[in-house]
C-alpha cells in the first residue's frame, strides 16, 4: 500500500518571550482519539500540546484526521500547526512536514499517517493571536480486513468487487476500476454505442470493442496504438541519443509465438542506454489458461541477450520505479500481448518509456552517471549504476562496504569442533586447539604421532611433544560442552559456545525453558515467542480458544482467561451463567438482571448472534462471512472455495477437495492410496488440478468417456506417405484426449512433413481443436509448430523439419470446458524422409547454406539461417565478439581479459598464477 501524505509548508513562528500553555498526554490502548485543547471549541493561543502513542512492540500505528481547521496565512501556509514524528521523541523522523487543514474537507480525509514502529509522537503549537476550531483525529492499530471500514472496521463495504479496485478502508467508498461508476461500481459505459465510434478501421487500422467495463480501439494484428483511436506498425530501430517509446493495445486472433513488437537502442560503443517507464498497463488474468500480456528487456540487441527485466502488470498497475541500464551500447525491448490457449488476443494500454543514453565510468551513478558512489573500492565487488548502491564483497558491509563482517560473532558454528575463529579484514580464520591440526576434510584431528597415551579424555586428546620436557596431554571439548577433569560435560544453563561456554544466551530465563548449548538459540515456554522469549503470544487471536458461548478471550502475560460476558459468572462446571434473573423482558437467548434488583434489565447474545437493532428483545445470527460476540470479525475463508464459515468461531468449511484454515489450499486426490484412475479397464495416469482431478490417458491413447481409454495413432516407418485425421467427438477430457503418430525413419534421415489440409473446429466459446509437432519420438522434446484451425482457413504454407530422425505429431480434438468434444475433418498432411547434410537447407536440403562453419553451431535446415557458435555473431557467423569490451568482470580480480577469435582469454598479472577455483593467486 502507498501511503499519501498531504502536507504544507509552514512559516517560522517567533517563540522568543511567550510562555505555553501545555497539554497532551501518553497513550497505550490500541487505538483512540486525539482532539486539540477545547475541540469542537478554539483552542487557545500559546498552546503546546505533547501526545506519545505507544503500543505493543511489533505493531505499527495509523492515524487520521476527522476534522483539520489550524489558522493559516491568505497563502495557505501554516502559522499554527501539527507536526508528527516517526518514533517516541522530536528526535525522530517527521513524517510530512506540518499539518494545518485545507479549505476542501476531502483533502483533509486524504492525509493517511502510519508509523514504521511502534511508537507515534505528534506536538500541537498554536501562535499568541486568532485560532479556530482546532483538530479532532483518531488512531488504530491493526489495518482493517479487505471489505471492511471505519474505525473500528466494523463496517462492510458495498462494493461490487468484480468491478471495484478497493475499498477505502477509512470512508468506505468504492475506487471503481476503469470504466465502471456509480457508488458501488455497479454500472458500465458502452461508448462504442455513440452515432460515430471513436475508431474507424479504414482510417486508423483500428475498430472500437465495447465490453463490460471497458472499450477498446482494437489495433488490426501487426499494428500497435500511437494515440487514443490511430495504430502504426509496430518496432524500429532507434540510434537517437535520447527519445521517447510508446506501445500501446492490440488485439484479435493471433499466433501467441509470433505477434510481438521489438524495438533496439543502440548508443555509440563506449555509451551506455538508460531507461525509465513512464506507463504500463497489460493485460493479465488470474485465469491460469491466459497468458498475461508482457514486456522485456534484454542487455543486448536482441532476446539472446541477459534479461535485465520482465514486467507482467495488471490494469491500473503501479509503474515500476527508478531506471533500468544495460551494460553495453545496446538495449533490446520485446512486448508480447496477453492471449489465452485458443490463439485468442487481449488488449491493453501497452507501455511508455522514456530512453537517454551515455557514459558510464565504474562507481558512478545517477541518472546519466555523473554522481561518484561513497563506496570503499578494495571492499567493493561493483557500485550499481543506477542507484549508487554499493555491492559489497564477502566479509564486508555497511552502505559504503566499510565495515567488516565478525563472522565468528554471527556464527558461533562457523568454525568446526576443537578450533576458535579468529576474525580477520573481509574475512575470518579457523584456528585448530594446540596440539591439533586441520584435516583435508576441514576439521580439527590428533595427528598421528600425537596420540595421548596417560590421560583418559571422554571425546578427544592431544600430546604436545617438546625435547626438553616430558610430553604434555590436553584435553579438549567440542562446541556446547566443557572440561571438568578429562570428561567434557554440557553447557552451565543458558550458557553456549566453544572451550568454557563463557557465552550468555540472550534468553528472558523466566520465559525460556532452555538455550541451545551451541547456538544460543532460545526454546520458549508455552505463552512466549520472540528470540529472546520476551514477547508475549495472543492466544486470544484464535476464536475458538474460548468455547463458552456467552465468554470472551482476554489476553494475559504469558497466558489468557476466557472471562463472562457482563452480568454473567462461572458455575461450579465452568460455564458461564445469568447472575441475577430477569423479571420483566423476555429476551430471545438471555435476559440479565439487575444485581440491585431494579428493573433494569439488558438482552444478551451469544457469539454468531447479535441483538436486532429495531427490536433488541431478539438475537439474530451473523450475516455471511462474519462471525463471534456482536459478529464483529470477519471471516478469512476463501470464499469460493468454501461452503460456509462458522458463525460463532469463524471456522472455515471448506468444499470438497479444498482444504487448510481459510480452504485456500487444494486437496491432492491422486496422492491417496486409491487414486481414482489407473484401474486395468482404464490405462490413465491421475492428473490432479486446484479444486478437482483428472485421468490422463496413457501416451498413444484416446479418453472416449470419463475413465475409458483406448489405441489411438500409430507408428510409421514407410520413407513417404499421408497422414489423415478425421472426425471425432463425443463426451471426452478435453485438456488430454489426444491421438499421437510418430514417423521414424533410418538413422542419418530427417522427417519432413507439409499440411495438404487442415479444419479444426472453433468458435468463441470453446477450446478449439489443434495438431501439434515435436522434434523426436515423444511431446517431452522440442516443439516444431503448434497450429489451431478454423474450418475453411488458409493450409500452412511452409515444411516442417526435425534435425533427428522421427517426428512426433499429437493432435487434440476440440472441446467445450463442460466436457462436450466436437466433430472436425481434422487434417491430412504429407510427408516424406530423406538425408539432410549439415550446412544445407531447403525443401530436400539441396542449396548450401552461407555460414562460416567453423564459427556456426548449426543452419537451419528449413530456412538456411545461422545459429553462431558462442563468441561469434552476424548472419554468417563471421564476426567475433568482444567478450572483454561487453564484460568488463568477465575476468576474476587481479588478471587481464584478452579476446581471442570466437573466446578469450583471463591472463593472470605477472607472478600469479590460476588456481583450481578459478581466481589468481601466489604461486
Known amino acids: 500500500m502507498y501511503w499519501i501524505y498531504s502536507v504544507l509548508w509552514f512559516s517560522s513562528v517567533p517563540l522568543v518571550s511567550l510562555s505555553f500553555t501545555e497539554c497532551g498526554e501518553e497513550l497505550s490502548a490500541p487505538y483512540g482519539d486525539i482532539v486539540s485543547p477545547d475541540y469542537p471549541s478554539s483552542y487557545p493561543d500559546n498552546a503546546l500540546c505533547n501526545w506519545l502513542i505507544t503500543v505493543q512492540e511489533n505493531d505499527t500505528i495509523n492515524l487520521r484526521f476527522r476534522h483539520l481547521d489550524l489558522e493559516r496565512y491568505p497563502n495557505q501556509n501554516c502559522k499554527d500547526y501539527i507536526m508528527v514524528y516517526d518514533g517516541a521523541s522530536t528526535a525522530s523522523p517527521i513524517i510530512g512536514l506540518a499539518y494545518c487543514g485545507y479549505s476542501d474537507p476531502e483533502e483533509t480525509q486524504n492525509i493517511r499517517i502510519k508509523s514504521t514502529s511502534n511508537h507515534l509522537y505528534l506536538v500541537f503549537r498554536s501562535d499568541n493571536d486568532t485560532s479556530t476550531a482546532g ?29 471495484t479496485l478497493s475499498c477505502d478502508r477509512v470512508t468506505g467508498q468504492c475506487l471503481c476500476y476503469s470504466n465502471w461508476t456509480s457508488s458501488n461500481c455497479s454500472e458500465d459505459v458502452n461508448e462504442c454505442s455513440l452515432d460515430q465510434p471513436p475508431c474507424d478501421p479504414a482510417i486508423d487500422h483500428s475498430a472500437c470493442q465495447n465490453s463490460y467495463g471497458t472499450f477498446e480501439c482494437v489495433c488490426v494484428q501487426g499494428h500497435e496504438q500511437v494515440n487514443v483511436t490511430f495504430c502504426k506498425e509496430c518496432g524500429e530501430i532507434l540510434r537517437e541519443p535520447s527519445g521517447k517509446i510508446v506501445s500501446h493495445r492490440h488485439h484479435g486472433w493471433i499466433d501467441p509465438n509470433q505477434d510481438e513488437c521489438y524495438w533496439t537502442i543502440i548508443a555509440p560503443v563506449g555509451f551506455v542506454v538508460s531507461i525509465r517507464l513512464t506507463s504500463l498497463d497489460l493485460f493479465v488474468a488470474d485465469d491460469h489458461i491466459i497468458t498475461p500480456g508482457a514486456v522485456k528487456l534484454f542487455d543486448d540487441n536482441s532476446s539472446d541477450g541477459e534479461l535485465l527485466a520482465k514486467f507482467y502488470w495488471k490494469p491500473n498497475g503501479c509503474v515500476p520505479a527508478g531506471i533500468l541500464r544495460s551494460s553495453g551500447n545496446e538495449l533490446h525491448i ?20 522514456i530512453y537517454w543514453t551515455h557514459e558510464c565510468q565504474p562507481f558512478t551513478y545517477g541518472d546519466t552517471c555523473t554522481r561518484q558512489c561513497e563506496c570503499v573500492q578494495n571492499n567493493t565487488a561493483r557500485c550499481d549504476s543506477v542507484t549508487g548502491q554499493c555491492i559489497c564483497l564477502d566479509g564486508w558491509t555497511s552502505s559504503d562496504c566499510s565495515l567488516d563482517i565478525d563472522e565468528c560473532c554471527e556464527d558461533s558454528q562457523i568454525c568446526p569442533d576443537y578450533s576458535e575463529c579468529l576474525n580477520t579484514h573481509g ?6 586447539y594446540v596440539g591439533l591440526e586441520l584435516s583435508e576434510c576441514g576439521q580439527c584431528e ?11 579424555c571422554s571425546h578427544i586428546c592431544a600430546k604436545l611433544l617438546s625435547n626438553s620436557t616430558e610430553p604434555l596431554e590436553l584435553c579438549y571439548c567440542p562446541i556446547g560442552m566443557q572440561l571438568y577433569g578429562d570428561e567434557c560435560l554440557g553447557c552451565p544453563p543458558f550458557h553456549y559456545g566453544a572451550d568454557v561456554c563463557n557465552m550468555t544466551c540472550s534468553c528472558d530465563q523466566d520465559k525460556s525453558e532452555s538455550c541451545d548449548s551451541q547456538t ?25 480458544i474460548c468455547s463458552d458461548l456467552y465468554s470472551t478471550c482476554v489476553n494475559t502475560a504469558g497466558s489468557y482467561i476466557c472471562q463472562c460476558f457482563d452480568g454473567m459468572v462461572k458455575n461450579l462446571l465452568g460455564q458461564c451463567e445469568v447472575s441475577t434473573q430477569c423479571q420483566r423482558l423476555n429476551c430471545s437467548d438471555i435476559c440479565i438482571g439487575s444485581a440491585d434488583n431494579s428493573t433494569h434489565e439488558i438482552c444478551s447474545c451469544p457469539k454468531g448472534k447479535k441483538l436486532d437493532s429495531l427490536d433488541t428483545t431478539k438475537c439474530f445470527e451473523c450475516a455471511d462471512w462474519f462471525y463471534g460476540e456482536n459478529c464483529q470479525h470477519q471471516c478469512y475463508c476463501n470464499e469460493t472455495n468454501t461452503q460456509s464459515c ?5 471456522q472455515c468449511l471448506c468444499y470438497s477437495n479444498w482444504t487448510s484454515c481459510s480452504c485456500s489450499e487444494d486437496v491432492d486426490e491422486c496422492s491417496s492410496e486409491t487414486s481414482p484412475c489407473n484401474t486395468p479397464e482404464d490405462p490413465s495416469v491421475c492428473s490432479n488440478v486446484e479444486g478437482s482431478f483428472q485421468c490422463l490417458c496413457l501416451q498413444g491413447f484416446e479418453q472416449f468417456n470419463q475413465t475409458y481409454c483406448d489405441d489411438c495413432g500409430k507408428i510409421i516407418m514407410e520413407p513417404s506417405g499421408q497422414i489423415i485425421s478425421t472426425r471425432h467427438g463425443g463426451l471426452l477430457n478435453p485438456y488430454l484426449d489426444e491421438c499421437s503418430w510418430t514417423i521414424v525413419a533410418p ?17 468463441d466459446e470453446i477450446k478449439p481443436g489443434s495438431v501439434k509437432l515435436y522434434d523426436g519420438t515423444s511431446s517431452e522434446e522440442e516443439l516444431l509448430a503448434k497450429f489451431y484451425g478454423k474450418p475453411g482457413n488458409c493450409i500452412p504454407g511452409d515444411i516442417i523439419r526435425s534435425t533427428g530422425n522421427a517426428m512426433f505429431i499429437a493432435r487434440t480434438p476440440a472441446s467445450s470446458h463442460s466436457g462436450q468434444g466436437f466433430h472436425t475433418d481434422g487434417f491430412q498432411l504429407t510427408y516424406w524422409t530423406h538425408e539432410c547434410d549439415p550446412m544445407t537447407y531447403g525443401e530436400s536440403c539441396t542449396n548450401p547454406c552461407t555460414c562460416v562453419q567453423n564459427n556456426t553451431a548449426r543452419c537451419d535446415s528449413v530456412t538456411g539461417q545461422c ?20 564484460n568488463p568482470l568477465l575476468c576474476p580480480d587481479y588478471s587481464q581479459c584478452q579476446n581471442t577469435n570466437g573466446s578469450y582469454d583471463c591472463v593472470c598479472y605477472y607472478g600469479l598464477q590460476m588456481s583450481e577455483c578459478g581466481q589468481c593467486e601466489d604461486f
Open 747 to 763: 538413422e542419418g534421415q530427417v522427417v519432413t512433413v507439409r499440411f495438404d489440409r487442415l479444419e479444426l473446429h472453433y468458435s
Open 646 to 650: 462458522d458463525k460463532v468461531t469463524g
Open 867 to 886: 545459429t553462431c557458435l558462442d563468441g561469434w555473431t552476424s548472419s554468417d557467423c563471421s564476426q567475433d565478439i568482444d567478450e572483454c569490451s561487453e
Open 427 to 432: 574475512s575470518y580464520d579457523c584456528v585448530c
Open 520 to 544: 544460543g538459540e532460545c526454546v520458549c515456554r508455552p505463552g512466549w515467542t520472540s528470540a529472546s522469549c520476551s514477547v508475549d503470544v495472543d492466544e486470544c487471536q484464535d476464536p475458538s
Open 334 to 353: 520485446a512486448r508480447s500481448p496477453a492471449y489465452d490457449e485458443y490463439g485468442q488476443g487481449f488488449s491493453s494500454e501497452g507501455f511508455e518509456l
Open 135 to 163: 483538530f479532532s483525529a483518531f488512531y488504530w492499530v491493526k489495518e482493517c480486513a479487505n471489505w471492511t471500514y471505519g474505525e473500528k472496521c466494523s463496517n462492510p463495504c458495498h462494493c461490487n468487487r468484480d468491478n
Open 446 to 456: 590428533v595427528p598421528l604421532n600425537a596420540t595421548c597415551t596417560n590421560r583418559t
